[in-house]
């Protein structure tokens, strides 16, 4: 069952508007699986007080898209004030009050928490932060959203409430803001590069975007200046993983975007293409993709400084910067995955073989990285320890005799016992 209303254009906070008034009725087995004793509890608490309950955003579309939602928010018509009388009076425990202020509750039934968010209108925004007041009016909650795609609800009963042509942009493959893109960005700068991540998410091709779109990124690129590096990183990250990626950071580059989110100004753009379409089936970490723009460690600092990565993110950049052209398949040996095992016997860091992993599918090397995979360290068999029980006291030449009968271990491809090592040892 499925139907929608039309209303004529009309001006709202989101620009001029085509009002269209979508709904239908869903009945997946993704959506009864939402059904727990928690979620019928929830349920049972809003309608016996009077107030409406809904699915909303991402889990909505993820619903239609056939996926089950690993996260489920819930909107509703009751204020931040109705919910805690409600909640305290079924004796329901509440957690995590942070959200308070922005309308927010969460709720802990049956050993799981439900985040309820009042409806809201945006009465001020600055690019980054918003203030807003709350509203019993779901249309106008839907128009403050970033993404048609984003903007739907979904009733428990299975209906679908759809006021700007969502459904249809899902089922189209299409990526567009809820009214005007300009007014939607500036509201919240961030969303350009939601705009991006989704677009990998949802679009079948690479360059199906609408001209308007990226005519206010262009115009707006600037405003991502104020945006954290962390909410940057969230982002960005998660598009270098999607589809479409290497055509996305191609135009992110062209709309002008690198310079305010932390990329380099001169990124190397063809080998970035080169290395996500030979990494790409071989689900690469988002630095693996990235590091392909750096021409230079220092551009690796510089992006750290603006987007606030991981020790591990920064490390694993550093390496493939560096190792990238020295560090590959021996011509010479029979084995070709030699010269990597012996980087990560050698450098007896905990996440060497991960980092060499990334480094093969950045190369390219499938059967390598295949054979790596099922690769494990051997142990070298000799301590300090047995050093001293054969009447080396000196720590110094402990550690230079180590490391010589490392190498002999090494050049016997890690085959020789410690008894065997031991014999080399003169004492």
Not at 281 to 310: N, W, Y
Request: charged share 30%.
């Amino acid at each position: 069952m499925l139907g929608r209303i039309l209303s004529p254009l009309l001006t709202g906070r989101s620009g001029l508007i085509r009002r269209s008034f979508f709904t239908m009725q869903l009945k997946t087995s993704e959506f009864q699986s939402l059904f727990t004793d928690g979620l019928k509890g929830l349920a049972e608490l809003f309608e016996k007080n009077q107030f409406e309950l809904r699915i909303a955003g991402g889990a909505v579309r993820d619903l239609i898209s056939g996926k089950r939602p690993e996260d489920v928010d819930f909107a509703t018509t009751a204020t931040p004030e109705d919910m805690k009388t409600m909640f305290q009076t079924a004796g329901i425990r509440m957690i995590n009050n942070k959200g308070e202020k922005h309308g927010t509750i969460t709720a802990r039934l049956h050993n799981e928490n439900f985040e309820v968010t009042t409806l809201r209108v945006d009465v001020q925004t600055d690019g980054r932060h918003a203030e807003v007041e709350f509203t019993t009016d779901w249309q106008k909650d839907a128009e403050r959203r970033d993404l048609t795609i984003n903007s739907m609800f979904l009733g428990l009963d299975g209906t679908l409430y759809d006021y700007f042509r969502g459904y249809e942009d899902l089922q189209n493959r299409k990526v567009r803001f809820v009214g005007s893109a300009e007014k939607r960005i500036q509201e919240d700068y961030l969303r350009i590069l939601r705009y991006f991540r989704f677009y990998g998410r949802v679009a079948l091709e690479p360059g199906d975007h609408e001209v308007e779109t990226l005519d206010a990124i262009r115009e707006h690129a600037c405003g991502l200046a104020g945006i954290s590096g962390e909410r940057i990183w969230v982002e960005l990250k998660k598009m270098v993983v999607g589809s479409h990626a290497a055509h996305l950071l191609e135009l992110m580059y062209n709309l002008g975007l690198a310079q305010y989110i932390g990329l380099p100004p001169d990124g190397d753009i063809k080998e970035m293409n080169r290395v996500w379409q030979r990494a790409k089936d071989h689900s690469p970490k988002p630095m693996t993709v990235l590091a392909a723009l750096f021409r230079r460690p220092e551009e690796v600092e510089k992006m750290d400084l603006r987007l606030k990565v991981s020790r591990e993110e920064k490390t694993l950049a550093l390496f493939l910067v560096k190792h990238r052209r020295d560090l590959h398949k021996s011509q010479d040996e029979p084995d070709s995955l030699t010269p990597f095992t012996d980087f990560i016997i050698d450098s007896r860091e905990l996440d060497s073989t991960v980092k060499v992993c990334e480094l093969l599918k950045y190369q390219g090397e499938d059967k390598l990285l295949s054979e790596l995979c099922s690769w494990s360290a051997p142990c070298f068999p000799v301590s300090g320890h047995d050093l001293r029980r054969m009447g080396i006291t000196s720590g110094k030449e402990i550690g230079t005799t180590l490391q010589e009968l490392r190498n002999i271990w090494k050049k016997s491809r890690y085959q020789m016992d410690k008894e065997e090592l031991l014999s080399y040892v003169e004492h």
